[in-house]
């Protein structure tokens, strides 16, 4: 069983990126926190990970224990500059940022320009991102010509403090001593320039995102490919997730491609015909946006979490505590839309009911003992005399048919995910990663055992 937090959490990302950010430098606060404060929060993270750390065929133990004692020290350090700094404000960056008018946040947003001199040494080349909390520019090293990516985050104090939370969850990563960085976008620098924070990482070509947009000419991708792939992202969540840290925004825009370099082929259609096709010359990808990670500990403490809507689990649209979990769902959810080129659940749905509505005829009903235990915390929610299903449209809403006209007919339109994806393996695979029930969710560093895998496993011929 795939361990949850036992207590409801208290706050979202805020406790988390404010406490960990509000730290002067982590590397020295991680030296100086205690041995006692560090074996516990390792015990706890040790609980309900040891399995899944002793999985990571390639993550050394001992290196792991390490990084969990560092991560764990980390937290604590994090956690004490956050008491410390704010000790009322343990809302969310994203909580926060819900309260912030756009427009007030585009005020202090600094957008570099073509020319601009970023930290006196990046050159701006041109925009190539705009997240929630900063823009994303290509530039280049005005010494080496080396091509990176800077964000530059909005000039708000609150962000303000999260100025090298980035930089400082890759620096747990590489002490994991695995080979598994190599799946992170690598983070060069940071610092602070006119008063904006910015971000120096490696530079990737292009998103998932701008894949399956279809933008980039290479859908449908080959099998072969949709496999290494979705190993690679597997491989890297489980990594993060073998050091007790959770992504929390696990995306298509935030898994890149390292390199978007292609190789010309003729493909041959059913009628014979052939057609030229381009597939990428490498599938290498690196997972970019450590902005929302938290530890394990954190996420015990947080109440609900602001990640994006398509790839929430059914425990965050309930608000129950959530852990690990959310990533797998989320890594379920990417490599489906990778296949399928297309969301697996409505793009567009009005509410947190309908979306469950929905997950329930994609996925599956949720089991008896799950919906019971939700309608003790959110009664309503759940019909659960035979087997469990979810009440939709709510009690009452006949009155209001109008309303959920629509909603009813995206409900029904919604298909089982065997009827859309028709790789018996990935099937399998998807089904097991986005199990309704978090408590059943198979931990990533088994689900890369899958037999979906297999493929890669074996030998090619010479
Ligand atoms: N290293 C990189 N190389 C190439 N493009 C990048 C890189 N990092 C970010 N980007 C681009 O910038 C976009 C926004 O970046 P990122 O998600 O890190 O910002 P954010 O403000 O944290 O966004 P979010 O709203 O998702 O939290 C990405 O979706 C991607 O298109």
Same mark, same amino acid.
């Given at each position: 069983m795939y361990a949850t937090p036992a207590t409801l959490p208290a706050a979202r990302s805020g406790a988390a990126h404010g406490g960990a950010l509000a730290t002067t430098e982590s590397a020295d606060a991680t030296r100086s926190a205690d041995a006692t404060r560090s074996a516990d929060a390792t015990r706890s993270a040790n609980a309900t990970h040891s399995a899944e750390t002793t999985g990571? $065929?390639? =993550?050394a133990e001992s290196a792991n224990a390490a990084a969990y004692a560092h991560a764990a020290a980390y937290e604590d350090a994090a956690a004490y500059a956050d008491a410390a700094a704010r000790p009322v404000d343990l809302a969310s960056r994203a909580r926060i940022l819900s309260l912030i008018e756009p427009h007030e946040l585009w005020a202090s947003a600094y957008v570099p320009t073509e020319g601009d001199l970023l930290l006196g040494t990046y050159c701006v080349q041109r925009q190539i991102g705009r997240g929630s909390f900063g823009t994303v520019v290509r530039a280049r !090293?005005?010494? =080496? +010509?080396t091509a990176v990516a800077v964000k530059v985050l909005h000039k708000l104090d609150w962000l303000h403090l999260g100025v090298r939370h980035e930089e400082r969850v890759y620096k747990l990563l590489l002490r994991g001593c695995s080979p598994n960085i190599s799946l992170f976008a690598k983070v060069l620098g940071s610092g602070v320039d006119q008063g904006f924070s910015c971000t120096v990482f490696e530079l990737c070509d292009l998103t998932i995102c701008d894949i399956i947009k279809g933008g980039a000419g290479? /859908?449908? %991708?080959?099998p072969a490919h949709l496999c290494e792939i979705a190993n690679q992202i597997m491989r890297g969540v489980a990594y993060l997730h073998s050091l007790g840290?959770? !992504? @929390?925004d696990i995306k298509p825009d935030n898994i890149a491609l390292r390199r978007a370099d292609t190789v010309a082929l003729r493909q041959m259609d059913g009628a014979g015909v052939f057609h030229p096709k381009r597939i990428l010359a490498s599938t290498a990808i690196c997972i970019i946006d450590l902005g929302g990670v938290v530890t394990f500990k954190q996420a015990s403490r947080m109440k609900g979490l602001n990640c994006a809507p398509m790839y929430r689990p059914p425990e965050l649209i309930l608000g129950l505590p959530w852990s690990y979990g959310v990533d797998t769902y989320a890594v379920g959810c990417v490599i489906a839309e990778l296949y %399928? %080129? #297309? +969301?697996?659940? !409505? $793009?567009? /749905? $009005?509410s947190d009911r309908e979306h469950l509505a929905i997950i329930e005829r994609v996925l599956d009903r949720f089991p008896l003992g799950f919906a019971v235990a939700v309608e003790q915390q /959110?009664? #309503? @929610?759940?019909? =659960? $005399? %035979?087997a469990a299903s979810v009440i939709f449209p709510p009690a009452g809403a006949a009155y209001n048919a109008a309303k959920y006209t629509f909603a009813m007919q995206r409900v029904l339109e919604a298909e089982h995910i065997t009827a859309r994806v028709h790789d018996v393996e990935l099937v399998d695979l998807l089904l097991n990663l986005l199990m309704v029930d978090p408590a059943g969710r198979i931990p990533l560093h088994v689900a890369l055992r899958h037999v979906y895998f297999d493929k890669l496993r074996r030998p090619r011929a010479m």
């Open positions: 990571c $065929a390639e =993550t !090293h005005v010494v =080496t +010509n290479l /859908v449908p %991708l080959p840290l959770i !992504h @929390t %399928l %080129l #297309g +969301n697996l659940f !409505h $793009a567009e /749905v $009005a /959110v009664p #309503g @929610t759940f019909h =659960t $005399a %035979l």
